[in-house]
């Protein structure tokens, strides 16, 4: 009897192989005839013929046309591989490990074997790894250790028209002089292909034909007050009144908080609105949200659904979403802007381009004739919005690039060659504070420090800081605190019925102000301490995805260290040098606090605030340190600690002066009530 079970079970369970195996090759011969249905498909040959005859060539397509996810592996098929591998840029991170996991589906292979991806501290690729998807900060840092890109046979610089920094840098770089036998795509789904064919001496352009279908643009009457409402109102409005089968909704907003403060308001929303409205599936995408999730948006809407996408301009043009009928627009993203007089750079909320609003309405014009609402009134777009984003190379601050660039030996960067120079004063500026930092000398040579700030992926200020820690015998606890810096800001969570526990729980890392970046010291090394226990994380109402990724930064930081020879040394009761440390690489970030409570940057005085999340926001020390300013209703600084004055003086005294830092109330008081010495 036993053995007719073990029999039938035998059975059973290779049929369910049988069954899955064959659910998985459908699937299979699905995804391979989906790729036929491509615009770019018919062009396959040409295409490849194009590239075989030309070293450069200038590509472009509209947005789902299949440039991403089609020409690598076109390439690959026709053997380009066998030479090297085929790089793929992207401006963004979330593109490059959703493409990368789009195509390694379509050739049937496992992600990070032969296709994979690489983005700021996570490498998802192997030995094996013929198609890597990068961001484009990715392929600038590897000119570093392969000046050359010898390994590389290809190399697609996609999504051009956005005009990132390191895009731009990468375009000056001029990586197809050195290898004749490298092929150089450049990929744009606009029409500044010219401007591109021009930079690249007269490059060919191949154009894809695009299906696009008329997109009829609604305005509003009068401009809105509130977007997000109106957004929200207009996407419950579309889906109440249109059928459900009759396609998705896509609306575009400026960034995380923003998206889940609609996400929260449509989930209340359609609560109320019964069962006999069609169900709504709310789906965001920005740049932070794990990736489990970020699948969630290129599922198939069910049937009797509709689903509604709430995205950042990551949609705009680097992620095709099918299926999308109705495009809500806003008009607004969040984009960096920096003030070269003051050294200061911030995120601001800006109306888009022309460029890009047009861009956004062409999403619901995909698979059929879509509508476009646009919140904002015709005469807004004629007259206020700009025809194109300016380029990011042109309101940024470029001590990153500088740096990156003297360590290629680029010396003569007035002469270098961009395809819109940046303000001669925003170059000037990176180089002072690149001098300051020590990492140039007079000459504006490349120093040791310099070198070794150059291995580490950061920004110049958070890499001195590390080399500094050198002296102050604290890197370990250094290395922490920049890992748990550069998660940003999304380490606490707040759930709205919890508040109290939640600030609670912050409050304690904060005991005897120590001060922002201890804080985040002593969540990691608390963490560390439960052996990373997730429970742990729970109790204190901490994002045990932030930590985990803080740790794996930490590592690799820790093996960065190494590389320059750095030991790992700890001084953890000594907060006073650690802090010192911290000051080392942020004294340009020091503000003085005024009588009512606002702050004085020191070096280019600005009035600042402390953040209201900050540690210190009740304490108001006399001096602090800020990693960085966020606008919103006013100037915050974000991660403040306190600081001697003294020791600006002390770490960095070609940058400031005792007078600078000379307190002048303390002079004005009497004898016996200053510090006794
Ligand atoms: P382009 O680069 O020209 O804008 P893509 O190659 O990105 O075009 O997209 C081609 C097709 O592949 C689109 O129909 C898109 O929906 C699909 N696609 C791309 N990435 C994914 C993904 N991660 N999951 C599912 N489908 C995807
Ligand atoms: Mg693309």
Request: proline fraction near 5%; include cysteine; charge should be negative.
């Amino acid at each position: 009897k036993d053995t007719i079970m073990d029999g039938e079970n035998v059975d059973q369970e290779s049929s369910i192989e049988e069954l899955n195996k064959s659910i998985a090759k459908s699937a299979f011969d699905k995804l391979q005839d989906d790729r036929k249905t491509l615009p770019v498909y018919p062009y396959r040959d040409e295409l490849l013929q194009a590239i075989n005859d030309h070293q450069v060539l200038v590509i472009v397509g509209e947005t789902g046309s299949g440039k991403t996810t089609q020409i690598p592996q076109y390439l690959h098929e026709a053997g380009y591989t066998k030479r090297g591998k085929i790089g793929c840029t992207q401006p963004r991170r979330v593109a490059a490990m959703s493409v990368a996991a789009r195509v390694s589906q379509e050739m049937g292979v496992k992600l990070g074997h032969e296709v994979g991806y690489s983005i700021r501290f996570e490498d998802c690729t192997s030995e094996t790894t013929v198609l890597k998807y990068m961001t484009d900060g990715m392929l600038l840092r590897e000119f570093l250790g392969e000046p050359d890109l010898a390994s590389y046979s290809v190399v697609m610089v996609d999504e051009a028209h956005e005009r990132t920094l390191s895009t731009d840098i990468l375009f000056g770089l001029d990586i197809a002089r050195f290898r004749p036998d490298l092929k150089l795509l450049i990929s744009s789904a606009t029409l500044d292909a010219e401007k591109f064919s021009d930079y690249f001496d007269s490059a060919p352009i191949f154009k894809i034909p695009g299906r696009r279908f008329p997109v009829e643009i609604h305005y509003t009457k009068a401009p809105e007050a509130d977007y997000l409402d109106a957004a929200i109102v207009t996407a419950l409005q579309i889906h109440v009144t249109q059928p459900p089968g009759d396609g998705d909704i896509l609306v575009f907003l400026t960034g995380q908080e923003e998206i889940e403060t609609a996400e929260e308001i449509l989930k209340q929303r359609t609560r109320g609105l019964g069962t006999k409205i069609a169900e709504l599936i709310i789906c965001p995408i920005y740049a932070n949200l794990p990736t489990e999730l970020q699948a969630k948006i290129f599922e198939p809407t069910p049937e009797g659904a509709r689903k509604v996408v709430l995205a950042t301009n990551i949609a705009e043009t680097s992620l095709t979403i099918d299926g999308i009928k109705y495009v809500i627009d806003p008009g607004f993203c969040k984009m960096k802007s920096y003030n070269p007089r003051t050294g200061m750079e911030s995120l601001l909320v800006t109306p888009v381009s022309k460029a890009s609003a047009n861009q956004r309405a062409g999403r619901s014009g995909r698979t059929g004739p879509g509508k476009c609402f646009r919140l904002y009134t015709a005469h807004n777009y004629q007259h206020d919005l700009e025809d194109n984003t300016v380029p990011e190379i042109q309101r940024t601050n470029l001590a990153n690039v500088v740096l990156t660039l003297k360590s290629l030996g680029i010396h003569d960067l007035l002469n270098f060659d961009f395809m819109d120079p940046p303000p001669a004063e925003a170059l000037l500026k990176a180089l002072e504070l690149l001098y300051a930092l020590g990492a140039l000398n007079k000459l504006g040579e490349l120093t040791k420090v310099g070198r070794r700030m150059a291995e580490f992926p950061l920004d110049p200020m958070l890499s001195k800081m590390i080399v500094a820690s050198d002296k102050y015998k604290c890197s370990d606890e250094i290395i922490s605190i920049a890992a748990m810096l550069s998660i940003g800001n999304s380490i606490f969570y707040r759930p709205k019925d919890k508040q109290v526990h939640a600030d609670n729980a912050r409050l304690n890392f904060h005991m005897g102000n120590v001060g922002d970046h201890i804080a985040l010291l002593k969540v990691y090394s608390s963490w560390k301490e439960t052996n990373f226990s997730t429970q742990w994380c729970y109790e204190n109402y901490i994002q045990v995805r932030s930590m985990k990724r803080a740790r794996d930064i930490r590592d690799q930081l820790e093996g960065l260290l190494e590389r320059v020879e750095i030991e790992v040394t700890s001084n953890v009761n000594d907060l006073e040098t650690i802090k010192k440390a911290i000051t080392s690489g942020f004294f340009p970030h020091s503000a003085r606090l005024q009588k009512n409570g606002s702050y004085r940057t020191v070096k280019h005085p600005q009035t600042v605030h402390i953040h209201p999340s900050s540690g210190l926001a009740q304490v108001l020390p006399r001096w602090v340190v800020y990693h960085e300013l966020v606008l919103t209703t006013k100037e915050y600084m974000r991660q403040a600690t306190e600081l001697k004055p003294e020791w600006l003086v002390e770490i960095a005294p070609h940058y400031y002066q005792l007078k600078d830092v000379e307190d002048p109330t303390s002079k004005k008081m009497p004898r016996g009530e200053g510090r006794t010495s």
